[in-house]
């Protein structure tokens, strides 16, 4: 209920609609002639049923409010709906008019109008109001390597049938976002019920969006001592204090958003690679069984643990996994790195590249066939193709990998290229929070640093450069490795590019370039759900979906998340169509460090602490496709969890949870 003096309103579900309970002044609007309207005071008793365009004054004399009610919309063959009101223009005697967010910092995105300058706005409000104030550029909203549809402007902002008010939609939906974000922070606060784990994660943090849209339904983080965000203020006070904070030197906790910064993705990248895979050359990758138990020389040691080099060149650190001979199904059901790091580099030869060994021409089959890990670094596998080397010596151009019938896929699945800028600063700078693709409902031809601090989804490019040389075109493959590892040091990008990354490779399977793609406005559906589940799977499908392929396979008796998420499968509102468990130690080198380490800990809260100079918790991720049952069908939905330093498996634990939440809320 909301309550002003002895006045409340509820919404009822019999009679549905809104009730007004006591004693206030009610003017409706009604039409007049000439199709014109006007406010009429009306009579009521103690409870009345709201359904028209009412002003509602209530309140003692000295406190009196004025508060305008809209009646739920009528969708035909739907119950009516009511929208959330997320931010509107406010003003009281002798104070400017102003903008004022009802939810407050449980939505951060909304970011806030700079009354002064609206182009230096934050967030999808300031985003909105940008874009209305200029006029729309004159070509198409950058979107990568992807091919959206275009959003009719006027699926997101339409006049008012009512009053003729311009209203905006978002497709963040408060209720849901505000459930997840309480988990987290429960999760935070006390780890072990939620996660198994006694280890305080240093950041959680959830995408939700949908499959079929990729609308962005919730989407948030968590950590140890941060309070909540100073964005959308919700008051005059909270606005003062949000311009004093951007008008101080530095950066405030209540300022700093990590959502869409990279992040280390650990084997959650594998479903990417492996989808590539399968588009670009789906017979042999079907066939593809490879074996890695030698121990070739040749290689450094990874912190006094061996490494054993992949077909002649060196990982940066081991890629030893159980078992040492696998297929497709295998590696994803089990999440084998040197399958992914065997794939990453024979994919480039495929599928009619040249293979040599010092010179000498190489069949792929005998290579394939080979034991992968019993390659001298002294005969490295090179490849090439009609315009030049790709691999060759211990280094990859970068070009060449971009040839590549496998990278063209990868690239269109992040729906972001590699850089070729020739360094890594120039690439960072370049991509820093430039990826706005999933605000082109309403496109902005060029959007500063404020406008796209909150709405961009991450870094526009991959980069694979290792140091500060100046215009390169072939970087280490060690580099190579580390990308196609999910480490930090080459990142596929943000949390929120993951998930949506995940989303295409479960629901987008047209050929050609991609046309789901994350959304902060009301998209339309351009995904395909699925028509199998990972219920009941019995079989051994060399495929990255379907019912016995290997992303069903990780929910699975022999799969990495069985244990953890297997529940979920005889859950009759849930269908589970893919998932992914990531793992990676994106602290590690950070702890090992002294003064990296003593500087983490003088800006972080005891529970979030390092110990500095001894081992660290891995970070663990969870992505997962599933349907939501209702009366009108399955509701595609994709969730993206990770726990930094939550440990092994963490993220999957506490994902049933925040299922759970989502088939509630969307039931």
């Not at 223009?89 to 407050?104: E, F, I, K, L, W």
């Not at 990729?214 to 309070?227: D, F, I, N, Y």
């Not at 919700?234 to 405030?252: C, F, M, T």
């Not at 796209?452 to 450069?465: M, S, W």
């Amino acid at each position: 209920p909301r309550r002003a003096g002895d006045v409340a309103l509820d919404l009822r579900a019999s009679p549905r609609g809104v009730m007004l309970h006591g004693d206030a002044e009610l003017f409706v609007s009604e039409s007049v002639a000439g199709g014109a309207s006007a406010w009429h005071r009306m009579a009521h008793g103690a409870d009345v049923l709201l359904d028209r365009l009412t002003l509602i004054a209530a309140g003692p004399p000295a406190a009196r409010r004025v508060a305008l009610f809209r009646p739920p919309r009528e969708w035909p063959g739907a119950p009516p709906v009511v929208d959330p009101l997320l931010a509107d223009d406010t003003s009281a005697v002798g104070d400017r008019a102003r903008r004022s967010y009802p939810y407050g910092a449980a939505l951060p995105e909304l970011g806030w109008v700079n009354p002064y300058d609206v182009d230096r706005s934050l967030g999808l409000d300031g985003w909105v109001h940008a874009a209305l104030h200029a006029p729309p550029p004159s070509s198409p909203a950058a979107c990568g390597t992807l091919a959206p549809p275009a959003i009719a402007r006027e699926r997101v902002c339409s006049p008012s049938p009512l009053d003729g008010v311009l209203e905006c939609r978002v497709a963040l939906q408060p209720e849901l976002a505000a459930r997840l974000h309480a988990i987290a922070e429960q999760i935070v606060a006390a780890p072990r019920p939620h996660t198994g784990r006694d280890v305080t994660p240093v950041r959680v943090a959830y995408v939700a969006m949908r499959g079929d849209t990729g609308e962005v339904l919730a989407q948030g983080s968590a950590a140890p001592g941060r309070g909540p965000l100073a964005y959308a203020p919700v008051d005059a006070a909270a606005e003062a204090q949000l311009i004093q904070l951007r008008e101080a030197r530095g950066e405030a906790d209540a300022e700093r958003v990590d959502w869409n910064q990279p992040i280390a993705v650990g084997s959650t990248f594998k479903p990417i690679l492996a989808r590539a895979a399968e588009q670009a050359f789906a017979q042999p990758l079907s066939q593809l069984t490879l074996t890695a138990s030698g121990h070739a020389a040749g290689c450094k040691a990874h912190h006094g643990v061996a490494v054993d080099p992949l077909l002649g060149h060196c990982p940066p650190s081991t890629l030893a996994d159980d078992p040492p001979t696998a297929d497709l199904h295998d590696y994803l059901a089990r999440s084998l790195n040197w399958y992914q790091a065997a794939l990453g580099v024979l994919g480039l030869g495929l599928p009619a590249a040249t293979l040599t060994v010092n010179g000498t021409p190489v069949a792929f089959a005998d290579v394939a066939a080979s034991d992968l890990t019993a390659w001298p670094t002294t005969a490295p596998l090179e490849i090439s193709d009609a315009t030049g080397p790709i691999l060759s010596g211990h280094s990859v151009s970068l070009d060449g990998v971009r040839r590549t019938a496998l990278w063209s896929r990868v690239e269109a699945l992040l729906g972001r290229p590699l850089c070729t800028l020739g360094d890594r600063a120039a690439c960072e700078a370049a991509a820093e929070r430039a990826d706005v693709c999933a605000a082109r409902g309403l496109p902005i031809a060029r959007p500063g640093r404020d406008l796209r601090y909150l709405v961009a989804l991450g870094p526009d490019r991959v980069d694979l450069y290792g140091d500060d040389r100046p215009r390169q075109n072939r970087v280490p493959i060690r580099e190579y490795f580390q990308l196609l590892r999910g480490s930090g040091v080459h990142s596929v990008g943000s949390l929120l590019q993951l998930t949506d990354a995940f989303n295409r490779v479960v629901y987008d399977p047209a050929p050609g370039a991609p046309r789901l793609a994350a959304s902060w406005f009301p998209a339309p559906a351009v995904g395909v759900t699925p028509t199998w589940s990972c219920t009941g799977a019995t079989g051994h499908a060399n495929t990255v979906l379907g019912t016995d392929g290997g992303l069903c396979a990780v929910v699975q008796g022999a799969g990495t998340a069985h244990a953890l998420i297997g529940d979920l499968l005889t859950d009759p509102k849930l269908v589970i169509y893919a998932a992914k468990t990531g793992t990676i130690d994106s602290l590690a080198d950070l702890a090992r460090r002294p003064a990296a380490c003593a500087a983490w800990n003088a800006h972080h809260v005891k529970a979030a602490q390092l110990a500095c100079g001894k081992p660290t918790p891995d970070d663990s991720l969870f992505v997962i496709s599933f349907g939501v049952v209702t009366p009108r069908g399955p509701v595609p939905i994709t969730l993206g969890v990770q726990l930094q330093r939550g440990s092994k498996g963490s993220a999957a634990h506490a994902t049933p949870e925040l299922v759970h939440a989502i088939v509630d809320y969307l039931r």
